[in-house]
Structure formats: structure tokens, C-alpha cells
């Protein structure tokens, strides 16, 4: 995935994440995922444009993972937990859990998982104790796997 962090240019960011589900669903049923859990690795460059501000951790904050899924249309979304760190040199990972959302199956076919973008809201340390917390957006990048699996049928 990518993200902008004013005033930088676009930087990388890798991710991962897991979700938990049900291993089928009934034709127009609604499910819920939860357990919507990950980490966000910043770049170098990331790390840099934090740290130029003045910020040497988070203090606290939410990623909303955003889930799509084909054949299951997402109707909410609740925001994971980010966890608080202070970072060293790099990497800086920023681990995210809890996340849950609700969908609903199609009539028929096979529920297929993908990230589609992820918003993280942060509340980053500075040893003033000044406030800082930019809020991001990060997109993935084009031709990037962002699939979950395995698929979840429908029937």
C-alpha cells in the first residue's frame, strides 16, 4: 500500500492482515467478520517524515481496515485498536486488532475477500508532550495482491 504524509510525496508502506469468518454462508444472509487484524510497516521514508516532526511513537489511535468483498456487499465497519509503541530505528511497525464488519451475501456464488483500503488515525508521541496525530489514507498500490483466502462459498 501507499499513503501521502504531508508534505512528502507518496511512500510505501507493506501491510498485513488477518480476518476471521464464517467457513460458508445462507443466500442473502447477513455475517459479520471480526478479528480484522494486521500491522503496518513504514518505510524508511515514512519513518524519516514522522520523525522530522517530531514524533518518536504512538501513543494511541484506530485503523479502519477496509474490507470489500465480491458478491457481499460491506454495510459498517468498526475501527481496530492501534497499540501503543515507541520506535527505535527501523522498522517501525504499527500493529492494529479488533477490527469487525458487517456483510451480506449474494444469492448465490462465492464471497471472495480483498483489502481495499486502510485509514489510520494517529495519536503519535512527542517527548513535549505536544499534541500530533496526522490522519492517512492508505491505498493499494496498482497490481498488488490484496486477497484474503480462502473464499467463503455461499449456500
Excluded: Y
Excluded at 2 to 9: E, G, K, L, N, Q
Excluded at 99 to 117: E, I, Y
Excluded at 125 to 140: E, L
Aim: proline content about 9%; some cysteine.
Amino acid at each position: 500500500m501507499s499513503t501521502r504524509f504531508a508534505p512528502a510525496a507518496v511512500l510505501a508502506l507493506a501491510t498485513t492482515a488477518i480476518l476471521t469468518g464464517p467457513d460458508t454462508v445462507a443466500p442473502g444472509a447477513t455475517f459479520r467478520i471480526s478479528d480484522v487484524s494486521g500491522s503496518v510497516t513504514l518505510s524508511p521514508a515514512a519513518h524519516a517524515n514522522l520523525a522530522a516532526g517530531g514524533s518518536d511513537g504512538l501513543d494511541s489511535g484506530f485503523t479502519a481496515a477496509f474490507v470489500e468483498a465480491a458478491n457481499a456487499p460491506r454495510s459498517s465497519t468498526v475501527s481496530a485498536t492501534d497499540v501503543p509503541a515507541m520506535w527505535g530505528p527501523d522498522p517501525v511497525v504499527i500493529d492494529f486488532d479488533g477490527g469487525r464488519q458487517v456483510h451480506k451475501a449474494a444469492a448465490s456464488g462465492t464471497v471472495t475477500f480483498h483489502a481495499d483500503r486502510l485509514a489510520l488515525i494517529l495519536s503519535l508521541h512527542r517527548p513535549d508532550g505536544a499534541p500530533s496525530g496526522p490522519t492517512v489514507v492508505c491505498t493499494p498500490v496498482s497490481g498488488q495482491n490484496t486477497g484474503f483466502a480462502p473464499t467463503m462459498p455461499i449456500g
